[in-house]
């Protein structure tokens, strides 16, 4: 029965999935009442007066779309005109700078919290003020001072990504055993040694989660950065197509926008099997 049901759960979804696929193509096939109705209101409804059709694509016109897409991800017709590839590679670069930088500083940090009580108190009233700010709010600042629209978005990454880690890290670090932290004790371990071979191993399942769950806030965040910004990535894709009113591109866009952050979340979700022992 339990080794069954992965594959139960994998036909389930197989359902749910055509399920919705034929309720989107059903939904978009259907005629609307728009023969009455002011041509430019109806095109602001997103529906088309002349044939009474929603102007809503269906799954076969954004698989068409995407297919296309798919077979030249990395052509360069200009500034407005760039392949998806290049797209979500502008997006993957500046993700992956703004989270390393994060981890560089949020570990250690975390660390230094979860071993000294002292470092607890004095930093939490910082952190309580400071976590709860959006991302976003950070990125007019970030703007008039950085002055560069791609740095700007890197930096907010890094604070996106900082406090998860953080906190996660402090609380792994401070909730090792005791009587492992004695036994290194009574081994006259030093503290930099004892962090090592200690409390990291212990503390790695509960860092890498915090690990885990900040990229799936960068890689949500750098959309709306990178529609602030404009310029380059998945998120400037996003908003130049809706001005352009193509809204298959913007299905695709949202659909690979998914499948990567599907994607990373389950590359930390390995490490972190990796990283987990039985007690």
Known sequence: MLRSLPLRAAALSVVVFFTFMLAWHLAVRGTTA??????????????????????????????????????????????????????????????????????????????LIGMSPLMSRALDPFIQVLKPISPLAWMPL?????????????????????????????????????????????????????????????????????????????????VAAEMLVGGTGIGYFVWNEWNNLSITNVINAILLIGLVGMLLDQILARFARLVTFPE
């Open 34 to 111: 728009v023969q009455q109705m002011d041509p430019e209101y109806a095109k602001l409804m997103g529906v088309t007066a002349t044939h009474g059709k929603s102007a809503m694509p269906g799954p076969l016109d954004v698989a068409a779309t995407l297919w296309g897409h798919l077979k030249r991800p990395f052509y360069d017709n200009g500034p407005n005109d760039k392949g998806l590839g290049i797209q979500l590679g502008y997006s993957i670069a500046r993700v992956a700078i703004g989270y390393f930088l994060a981890v560089i500083v949020a570990i250690p940090i975390g660390f």
């Open 142 to 222: 970030a703007l008039y001072t950085i002055k560069d629209s791609s740095l700007s978005a890197i930096f907010v990454i890094f604070i996106c990504s900082l406090w998860p880690m953080m906190i996660n890290t402090a609380f792994g670090v401070s909730a090792v055993r005791k009587e492992w932290l004695n036994v290194a004790r009574t081994l006259e371990v030093g503290t930099f040694r004892r962090a090592f071979t200690v409390i990291l191993p212990a503390a790695a399942p509960t860092i890498v989660t915090g690990m885990r769950i900040s990229i799936g806030i960068a890689w949500l965040v750098i």
